[in-house]
């Protein structure tokens, strides 16, 4: 299941992470795809300040943590590099931008998934700034 889990990933995170509001609005409607996520998944941010040691559970969890990440910014967007791995355990790696909503400012940074499948379904997912950290959350080298 190694190939489909990463094509699942990949797909899941064209459509709905490359930008963030536009999947916080489409759980706004109702549209959102979330089939690749397990109905129990966990998610940790450990990125944003107010997010550090936050954890999101279900589907619900997961349109909240978007919000909030969504919240503050015009622009958020997620550019996928790639993704790493085999098997249950890959991780993938981003270039986050945003630009805030109240002073303009643009950023550009680093960001990186660990994900972790069971039955060809996220059940984990934990967020880092350092791909190596992330990396070694599902014991991978790159």
């Keep these: 299941m190694s190939q489909e889990n990463v094509d699942s990933l990949r797909a899941f995170l064209e459509q709905n992470l490359e930008d963030i509001p536009a999947f916080v609005d489409a759980a706004k409607r109702g549209d959102a795809d979330m089939s690749l996520l397990d109905s129990d998944v966990v998610y940790e941010d450990a990125n944003l300040p107010d997010h550090i040691g936050e ?44 630009k805030a909503r109240h002073s303009g400012i643009e950023f550009d940074g680093p960001l990186a998934y660990a994900w972790t499948f069971r039955n060809g379904k996220v059940v984990h997912f934990q967020s880092f700034r350092d791909s190596d950290e992330a990396f070694e959350a599902v014991g991978l080298s790159e």
């Design 55 to 98: 954890t999101y559970r279900g589907h619900e969890g997961i349109v909240r943590a978007a919000r909030r990440w969504a919240e503050a910014s015009e622009i958020l967007t997620l550019g996928l590099e790639r993704i790493v791995g085999s098997g249950d355990r890959l991780v993938s790696i981003h270039t986050a931008h945003s």
